[in-house]
């Protein structure tokens, strides 16, 4: 059968299934473990189901170059003995049908029992060519794509949030671009003096969770001059082996202290200097960025704001008590990647 092109083929989306609402809840997870460590690449997750929705494995993409989320289950499955119970396929993404750095996942798919595949999202990568999608249902199996239908919406939204850098980034080839705003309960972002940081513990967990979950921090002079932050990922576990992050340092005199630079380097960091803040996405996407974080003083966000160049914005209000208030603004639409996190989601079970 001639492949149709994309968007016509309609994958008929029945209602979902308990079993495999719980099979994408256990993909999303796993994959959004290593967010932050697979750029270029997206994070993806795999979970496969027995005839009777039981979760037999969950596999997630590590790495660019690594095993994608599909034969990561596909081999958890066989090492355990149990390939062949496999029946059903859920993935966040529609398995790849090329052979990249890896060989394509739809082919290894075929090659298990499994004749039922639950797609998240079709693959926003322009430069794969046939979607695994139509290939899979052109092999006999049943293939059904999450659709904007309320009983998929839960699963959808969580595909969404994984993807959204990504999903960006290919259709840009620039980051996502989150900016983290702490603010005291005066309004002020500026530290009491000797402090860098003022926000509750929980707020700095999560704001290292971000550092990881991101390849790039943003940061501008006038908080290197105040400040000296190291930026690094310390309050969680880093994902070990990682590509190095990269910290842009935001100056338009292009003049930053040669110690910090040093020190920086020392810390891993792969260090920009940008001159030019509207060059940034640019440079950014151009190193495999997907997901930036902005961490600047109240002058580089101006610019930010006058500029558009954010996507989410999460700030954290600290009142005293210890129970920082969240509060997440997207600029278009309702996606972020910010709901991965279950401290700014209600999705969680
Ligand atoms: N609460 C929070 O979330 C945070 C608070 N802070 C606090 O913020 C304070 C520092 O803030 P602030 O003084 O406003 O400094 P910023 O960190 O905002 O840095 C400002 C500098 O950014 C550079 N810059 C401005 N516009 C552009 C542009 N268009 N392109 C490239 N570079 C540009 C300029 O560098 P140059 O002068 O070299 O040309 C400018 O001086 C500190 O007290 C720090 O603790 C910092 C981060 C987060
Ligand atoms: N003040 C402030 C933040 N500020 C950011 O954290 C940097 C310090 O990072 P580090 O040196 O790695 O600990 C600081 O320079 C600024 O970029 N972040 C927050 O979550 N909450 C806060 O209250």
């Known amino acids: 059968m001639d492949a149709l092109p994309r968007g016509i083929m309609p994958f008929p989306a029945p209602d979902l299934p308990e079993a495999v609402a719980h099979g994408f809840r256990a993909a999303v997870d796993e994959a959004a473990r290593h967010v932050g460590a697979t750029a270029p ?57 090329h052979t990249g750095r890896t060989g394509p996942c739809s082919q290894a798919l075929l090659a298990t029992p499994v004749r039922t595949i639950w797609i998240g999202l079709r693959d926003p990568n322009p ?43 290919m259709r840009t080839g620039q980051p996502w671009i989150t900016v983290k705003q702490a603010l005291d309960a005066t309004g002020s972002m500026v530290p009491p003096a000797g402090q860098t940081t003022f926000s509750a513990p929980a707020s700095l967990d999560l704001a290292h969770k971000l550092r990881r979950a991101t390849d790039a921090v943003i940061t501008a002079s006038g908080t290197i001059r105040t400040d000296s932050p190291a930026l690094t990922v310390r309050r969680v576990a880093d994902h070990p082996g990682r590509a190095p992050r990269i910290l842009a340092i935001c100056t338009r005199m292009g003049e930053v202290d040669e110690a910090y630079l040093l020190a920086a380097r020392a810390r891993g960091f792969d260090v920009r200097v940008c001159t030019d803040i509207a060059a940034l996405p640019d440079m950014l996407g151009q190193a495999g960025v997907t997901w930036a974080m902005v961490e600047a003083g109240p002058a580089l966000l101006a610019e930010i704001v006058a500029r558009n160049l954010w996507h989410d914005w999460l700030t954290i209000t600290a009142d005293g008590s210890g129970m920082d208030r969240y509060d997440v603004r997207v600029r278009e639409g309702d996606v972020t990647p910010l709901r991965l996190f279950p401290e700014l989601s209600g999705m969680k079970e």
């Open 41 to 97: 690449n997206p994070p993806v997750g795999c979970a496969l189901l027995d005839r009777d929705g039981v979760i037999l494995a969950v596999g997630g993409h590590h790495r660019a170059g690594t095993p994608h989320a599909e034969i990561q289950a596909i081999n958890q499955c066989r090492e355990r003995g149990l390939l062949d119970r496999a029946h059903t396929a859920v993935v966040t993404l529609e398995p790849c049908n």
């Open 127 to 169: 430069h794969v060519e046939g979607g695994g999608a139509d290939y899979l249902h052109q092999h006999g199996c049943s293939v059904h794509v999450l659709q904007p239908v309320p009983t998929h919406a839960a699963a959808l939204a969580a595909c969404r949030s994984l993807l959204a850098p990504f999903a960006h980034f």
